[in-house]
């Protein structure tokens, strides 16, 4: 697609997927959101982009290849059973942190959440996976 | 024990690393490793025939009988002698063989693993243990068999070879689980203790009926002799090895292994005798019309091999004895034949008994050698093959049951033996001179080293056969038949009716041999007689047999597999919805409490749109509207989602709508232009199978909400979801705490899924 306005606009509507994409990521543990849901926003973000622009450009540009990002979450799955085995609990076990923040409250942080990042990563690589692959024939 | 077979490991992998300087000695290095390990057991002699020998147990899964027992006895030392001892020539004769072929290393490799796989076999005594070893043995000949993996021969003859020994394997494994199953372990020592309650069990006959599968497969009884003849392919290093020490004798081993525990009975003697008598002489009887060097001892191996099985199954001490007798002797003048026609095979370039002749001047040596350890397998005296024969002999006629037919047989295949003898050696050495490829000599001392000490060794201990007996014999009767036994071996016996046996036994075969020699004629007449008797040949049969049966499989796969997509997605739709149809219909007595609140209004709306839009993309003319039709379905659907307040399932929804439509727009773009070819009768079809289907779902949704079968656990999960998990977002901690592992398995899903797609659309086509 050749839209003016929509390259034009298209660095901001990326930021603000991106940006909703961590959002819902972050606060899925007690409001809607979550890692499937930011993993599918982000996804969309740079889908989004490749349609404003041309395809190659958008997937040579990126840091990550789709592969990279389901290895990536595939590792932090892995990563977020660590901590009960260390702990030698129950395997998946959640282990939880409780750091206190003052005025703010106190945040909790456990290996949930390492768990809802593998997600978010596995998500992004696999729909970007089939993105690409269905857009590249010839 | 089990340090032995780690050496093997060790040295079997070290090959690979060892300096280039030493590389070409690495035949000599192995063979002299393997001389150590002659010489340990060599003097474990008197600790492993002291009563019931040396055991070592290491556990590894006590509670279902799985533990590593190596055992050391009287029975296992004659075979580790034989393994090690023949090994040792074996590699030494291979490092002057097998200098001019490639991939030498991995020869060495697998040749040497595998004499370590035979002595784990020999040594085991746990019976799953030695499966595993059975099987090990059966992979590495394969690998050794198809070695000249370039032609074709051979790569048949190994995959028969393997077809039939594993599968074999696979039998005994069933066999042994089935007698386990009655003791309660695999343990030999625990069998033993029970061999009378195995016996009475009824599991008996078809444990012992599956046992002897595996061990005729393995030692080529008829009728699975065929893939030993096959098995020649193997460079000669190799055949020696396999049909004189190891291998073949694995299935002998397993048999005197267990006869204390399953012998005795009628079935036990009746089946092994007859195999025995019958491959005996089918062996022998096979072996005269060969013209290849190499064929004919294979063919004599077959009919050694049911000599051996035959005594085991005849089931005395007497017949035990002269089993073990047998075992060396077959080793000795085996493997030094088979030695002897690789080495003629290198120097005149020919194998083919049709082109030889008259070999005596130019190989004296060798004509010596061969001379004696064909009398050995002819079994006259002075060579430890007539003692043999003559035990054998006197075995037989006390055999009891059916010692007639085993007694003609027997003789006849001895009869057949001693021409084979004279025919092979006649035929090569004497006679009038050969027409050979290449112009022969008699260069190699390392080729002539092996046959040379088997043979002197069948000399002497021919000549003084007690100290075999004391040491060896003795201790492994005593092992199979559980008794102290004395034994007497002498070379003459005295005038009796066993040694005019012999004699009628040497004056036929004689006899044969010159009609066969004298008249050429003869021999085509029999071989064209052969082929006509035996115009089914096993190995033909066997081929033909697979054939068919992939053929068959073939065909039935491309019925079930035809590659349509929509045939594949209406059986699975057609068989899902019968299923359930039929589930609903047996459970019909459940009350249904139907209420339909499409209350507030606009819920009703959103419902009449997504069944219009589902409805039109079924009706559409063209894609893009069909795609755009389903995602209104969709994005209705998540809508009513919203209503019911399940936040996350609907922002789900609207995203992963959001991209498929996307993407298919973007397949979209690549596809031909859209028409319609199916006929309206198909298009009748699928209707009805889409109405059938989509009722039994729309069934079972409204059933699903009115059926309970236990207690919800969502009340467990929204009373804990803060409490233990720290999360107000109940999905999200569903998702990712309380059924995380449901999610890993999700994901794993997409990625495979994913990695499917950029398979099938990255592969170019061919």
Known sequence: ????????????????????????????????????????????????????????????????????????????????????????QMLMEGVWVTIPMGILGELNVGSPLLFDIGVFMAVIGVTLMFFFTLTNRK | MQYILLVYLVFALGIFVIPRWLKKHVGIVLAVVQALFFVYFFSRISDATNGSGLLTVIEWLPQIGLNLEFSLNGLSLVFALLITGIGTLVFLYASAYMKSYEGTDKFYFYLFLFGGAMLGLVLSANLIQLFVFWELTSFLSFLLIAFFHKKELARKAAFQSLFVTAFGGLLLLTGVLLIGSVVGSYSVGDWLQHAQSIKNSKLYVPGLLLILAGAFTKSAQFPFHFWLPGAMQAPTPVSAYLHSATMVKAGVFLLALLSPVLGGTDEWTYIITLVGVTTMFLGAYFSITQ???????????????????????????????????????????????????????????????????????????????????????????????????????????????????????????????VAVSMYFMVKVFLGKEGDYPKKSNEKGFLYLLGPGVLTLLSLLLGLSPAVLGDALVEPAISTIRKEMIDIDLQLWHGFNDVFLLSLLTVMVGMAIFIIVYKRKQFLVKWRSINSYIFSIKFADIFSKSLEGFLNFSERNTKRLQHGYHRYYILTVVLFASVLLWFQVYVTRNWVFDIQFSLTPLYISGLVAIVACSALYAAIAKSRLATIISMGVTGYGISLIYLYYSAVDLAITQILVETLIVVMFVLVLQRMPHFSTLSSKLTRVRDLIIAAFFGSVMTVLAIKALHVELSEPISNLMLENSFVKAHGKNVVNVILVDFRALDTLGEVTVLVIAAMGVFILLKTKKA
């Not at chain 1, 940006?19 to 959101?33: K, M, S």
């Open chain 1, 1 to 88: 697609m050749n839209s003016v306005i929509l390259q034009l606009a298209t660095p901001y509507v990326r930021s603000l997927l991106i940006f909703f994409a961590f959002v819902a990521l972050l606060r899925g543990h007690n409001n809607p959101g979550g890692g499937f849901i930011g993993g599918l926003l982000a996804a969309l973000a740079i889908v989004f982009s490749s349609f404003a622009f041309d395809r190659r450009p958008v997937q040579r540009k990126l840091k990550i290849k789709p592969g990279g990002y389901v290895a990536m979450g595939l590792v932090f799955l892995l990563l977020s059973f660590s901590p009960s085995l260390l702990k030698s």
């Open chain 2, 291 to 417: 013209t290849d060097l190499k064929a004919i001892l294979a063919y004599t191996t077959i009919s050694s091999l049911g000599m051996l099985v035959l005594l085991i199954g005849i089931d005395t001490t007497l017949s035990i004895k002269a089993a073990i007798l047998f075992l060396f002797v077959h080793a000795f003048y085996k493997a030094a034949l088979f030695m002897v026609a690789g080495f003629i095979d290198k120097k005149t370039g020919t194998r083919e008994l049709s082109k030889l002749g008259g070999l005596y001047k130019h190989m004296p040596i060798t004509f010596v050698i061969s001379v004696l350890a064909l009398l050995s397998m002819a079994g006259l005296p002075p060579t430890l093959g007539f003692l043999g024969k003559e035990l054998i002999y006197e075995a037989k006629m006390q055999s009891p049951g059916i010692s007639s037919l085993v007694l003609i047989l027997g003789v006849g295949g001895n009869i057949l033996m």
